[in-house]
């Protein structure tokens, strides 16, 4: 119900609009005009739009002009909250038009009124509103506006003038981007048009058209799916089916594009393991808002929803679900476009894992080569190969050498061969193997305990082995053993075995061990290396060696070697010279004989019988003069030790 109020009725009236609430009972007022004091309204229409239940008001409105309502204008009201307030829009122009005695809306006398002929009329999104000039005109005027439209359109309807058949495009109307396949709804507001319209389409920008729709009805609105080529030059005109030449176009250029979808993963050689969590990705081209999910278990004949809306990053986490198949696909679209990209075939399956072997019963001896291998299904990643000596109780890697190489290995081998060992290198009854997921949680062992067989330990000394060895040499003491754990002890007989002294304890079970020989000498010596773990266990040299003691060389013959006089010199007479020579093994202390010749060695004279052995003597050459001169130079206690000049020297006057 809407009604006039105001503290000045005549000069100051405002609209109002009262409704009831839901158990009939009215609620206080709204006011409908929006403007300050001063100024009237009057002649409200009220009208409801059934599409969406805006609440519109039409009325006179003097706000803009003077307070006695001389020069008026047309306005609505409008709610979208069901009358409790309103939103004020000016539907005619300023100065006005069609008001009064002409359209140009001349001031009146005040004494005229204006009649009852304002009504208003709102329907999909658009308010339609007629009224009249002045009581003496037989003209009536009818705006047009949309919903948050900022400038309406007018015609003015009576007995002299027609109004004009009008279609205006609203929806696409430029700038839109529509994709190949998506149903967009195309929408249009016409004015006095007969009969059915014409929808067409231009892919130039309006150079060519091809029809979407040849001879539908005139509602203002038609679905229709986008179709290709993509453009980006599009536009939509709607035309009148019996006057052609009433049409409108889409006001600016369009988008059609064709969206792509490419699935990249799962692969063809996928197998997804039901209760795993697993990545889709994809990349999609032109494609806008948010893509869905979708699984078929049957090669694409029939589709489940597993993912209904998600962004269009390309990457989605899914925990994958049974029942299993090996027809399963993954199918990525768009929520509001429909492009979409299909993976291809791959398999879905519940994750398996299961020891084959050794499975319970064998029997296997330390050092044996054997396969230990697996069966699994639906299984990706690295596997951890275990060894227990005690039903299950602990575990402990399988030994390796190098070592850890079945700490990690592709699921996928199946099998391995491995080099039975155990870390003591004692055997069980007991044993059995673990393959286990490093990624999935799954594992298995062999259903019942196996044998694993030690050897008997051995120690086989290699070496020394027969030969002599002597007292304070370095010997290399080696040995080779089988089932032997922990340290062992090297021990050497002197008389065949039956008594034993040791050369080192607790060494490490290396082979090998450097042995610096100690006396006494024997020819029966024997070495053993003995397990400190197992007294019984030993290795003793599989030959007896001698040990000799070193027995010094003797000492170098002693050597006199003369320097000087050594040949050449020219000696005279009176005069004091020097004779020089070298030694080796002999003491200073002892004495040296020194000689002349004078006929090349035939014959000698003593020149002194205990010179000192220093290494000089002074001499005082004597005649008679000479060129066949020679000296020589003897050991007092050791003839052996001579040396003389190598050539003549002279002695002259």
């Known amino acids: 119900m809407t009604f006039i109020g105001g503290t000045g009725f005549a000069n100051d009236g405002d609209i109002w609009l009262s409704h009831t609430d839901s158990t009939g009972r009215f609620q206080p007022a709204a006011r409908v005009n929006d403007d300050g004091p001063g100024s009237s309204q009057f002649q409200p229409w009220v009208s409801v739009d059934p599409s969406d239940g805006k609440v519109v008001v039409s009325f006179?409105?003097?706000?803009?002009?003077?307070?006695?309502?001389?020069?008026?204008?047309?306005?609505?009201?409008?709610?979208?909250?069901?009358?409790?307030?309103?939103?004020n829009r000016q539907v005619t122009t300023d100065p006005p038009t069609g008001m009064n005695s002409s359209p140009n809306n001349a001031r009146r006398d005040q004494s005229q009124d204006y009649g009852d002929f304002s009504v208003s009329l709102a329907r999909d999104g658009v308010d339609f509103?007629?009224?009249?000039?002045?009581?003496?005109?037989?003209?009536?005027?009818?705006?047009?506006?949309?919903?948050?439209?900022?400038?309406?359109?007018?015609?003015?309807?009576?007995a002299q003038t027609p109004i004009a058949p009008t279609i205006t495009v609203t929806s696409p109307n430029g700038e839109e981007r529509l994709a190949v396949g998506q149903l967009v709804t195309v929408r249009w507001i016409s004015s006095r048009v007969q009969g059915n319209v014409r929808v067409e389409l231009s892919r130039d920008g309006g150079n060519n058209w091809e029809p979407v729709f040849d001879n539908t009805p005139n509602d203002g609105f038609e679905q229709w799916t986008v179709t290709g080529p993509q453009t980006f030059q599009a536009r939509i005109r709607v035309s009148s089916v019996s006057d052609p030449s009433v049409f409108d176009v889409s006001n600016e250029d369009f988008e059609i594009i064709t969206p792509t979808v490419t699935v990249d993963g799962p692969t063809g050689s996928d197998v997804w393991p039901v209760g795993f969590v697993r990545r889709i990705t994809w990349h999609t081209d032109q494609l806008d808002g948010p893509v869905q999910v979708l699984l078929s278990r049957d090669g694409g004949v029939n589709w489940e929803s597993i993912i209904d809306s998600t962004d269009n990053d390309g990457i989605e986490d899914w925990l994958v679900t049974g029942p299993g198949t090996d027809q399963a696909q993954i199918r990525v679209q768009g929520v509001d476009v429909p492009a979409f990209g299909d993976s291809p075939s791959f398999q879905i399956a519940d994750a398996d894992l299961t020891l084959s072997a050794p499975n319970g019963g064998e029997v296997v001896n330390i050092g044996d080569n054997i396969t230990v291998s697996w069966d699994s299904a639906a299984m990706t990643g690295q596997v951890a190969l275990e060894l227990s000596l005690n039903d299950g109780t602990t575990w402990e890697p399988l030994l390796t050498n190098p070592p850890g190489q079945f700490d990690a290995v592709d699921v996928g081998v199946g099998s391995v061969q491995w080099t039975v060992a155990t870390k003591s290198g004692a055997g069980s009854d007991k044993a059995r193997i673990r393959v286990r997921s490093l990624g999935m949680g799954l594992q298995d062992e062999s259903d019942d305990s196996f044998t694993i067989v030690a050897p008997e330990p051995q120690i086989q000394v290699l070496s020394p082995s027969g030969g002599s060895v002597n007292i304070g040499a370095t010997q290399s003491v080696t040995w080779q053993s089988k089932a032997v754990s922990g340290t062992v002890s090297v021990f050497v007989s002197r008389n065949g075995g039956s008594t034993w002294t040791t050369v080192s304890s607790k060494q490490?079970?290396?082979?090998?061990?450097?042995?610096?020989?100690?006396?006494?000498?024997?020819?029966?010596?024997?070495?053993?290396?003995?397990?400190?773990?197992n007294s019984n266990c030993?290795?003793?040299?599989?030959?007896?060696?001698?040990?000799?003691?070193v027995v010094p060389p003797p000492p170098p013959a002693p050597t006199l070697t003369l320097t000087s006089p050594n040949g050449g010199e020219s000696l005279k007479i009176g005069t004091p010279t020097t004779i020089r020579w070298t030694y080796t093994g002999l003491a200073v202390t002892t004495k040296v004989k020194i000689e002349l010749s004078r006929n090349n060695g035939k014959a000698w004279q003593l020149v002194n019988s205990a010179a000192p052995n220093t290494g000089s003597a002074t001499w005082k050459v004597t005649g008679a003069a000479s060129t066949q001169c020679l000296v020589k130079i003897t050991s007092t206690s050791n003839a052996s030790a001579t040396a003389k000049s190598r050539a003549n020297f002279t002695i002259k006057k």
């Open 129 to 158: 509103v007629t009224f009249t000039g002045t009581p003496e005109s037989t003209n009536f005027f009818t705006g047009a506006v949309t919903y948050g439209a900022p400038t309406p359109f007018f015609l003015a309807v009576g």
């Open 508 to 533: 490490k079970n290396t082979g090998s061990l450097t042995w610096k020989v100690s006396g006494p000498a024997t020819n029966t010596a024997l070495v053993r290396v003995c397990a400190d773990k």
């Open 538 to 549: 030993k290795g003793d040299s599989q030959k007896p060696f001698s040990i000799a003691a």
């Open 60 to 87: 006179y409105d003097a706000r803009n002009h003077d307070p006695v309502n001389g020069q008026m204008q047309m306005f609505v009201g409008e709610s979208t909250d069901g009358g409790d307030t309103f939103l």
